[in-house]
């Protein structure tokens, strides 16, 4: 996806899950949200990651494929390439640059495999950022464009997950993307 060239807009769309929501501008999608219980709730939630409101409005054509790609990567469906979603264009600009560098690296983390929070943290250059880590999951914009679900607590521990559902969507959505804790069976059959 490029940057986009249109108006800033938001729109809801269904998934296996329940409505997500996205949002966009001229730089890229500056936000994507999990079901709520409500759909008001989703648009009420992804509305205040914004900095500013905006307008419901028919997705540009980039928008709508990053739409199907989230579709698929929530359905199970997404393979290949596109099954990362790191080909998504996100507009960062809000953030800090902590933030975009947690993001950026969980963003490289494959379908169907997970870090802890202190792998993570290591990785980034400092184990003692764990839990900063974990506070900026928590607050991400993205989910699950920046797959904070597959980032756990140690032991493979679901630790905290803020989506509707909490650690039970965290789990559902790693199953979905073929993930078994130890190589178990499923947790949902």
Known sequence: MTPLDHDSGHTLFDTTLGPCGI????AGITAVQLPELMPEGTRAR????????????VPPPAVQAAISGVQALLAGRAT????????????????????????????????????????LAAELGD????????????????????????????????????ATGGAVTKW???????????????LFD
């Not at 949002?23 to 001229?26: Q, R």
């Not at 559902?172 to 069976?185: I, K, N, Q, S, V």
């Open 23 to 26: 949002a966009w501008g001229p």
């Open 46 to 57: 992804l509305l205040r990651s914004l900095l500013r409101p905006v307008p419901e409005a």
């Open 80 to 119: 290949g390439a596109t099954a990362d979603l790191r080909h998504l264009v996100l507009d960062m600009s809000r953030l800090s640059a902590f933030h975009q560098r947690v993001y950026e690296r969980a963003r490289a983390i494959p379908p169907g495999q997970v870090l802890t929070y202190g792998e």
């Open 127 to 162: 184990k003692g950022l764990a839990r900063a880590i974990g506070q900026a999951l928590g607050a991400n914009p993205f989910a699950p464009v920046v797959p904070c679900h597959r980032v756990l607590a140690a032991g493979g521990k679901a630790g905290g997950f803020s």
């Open 172 to 186: 559902r959505m790693l199953e979905t993307e073929g993930y078994r804790p130890g190589g178990d069976a499923s």
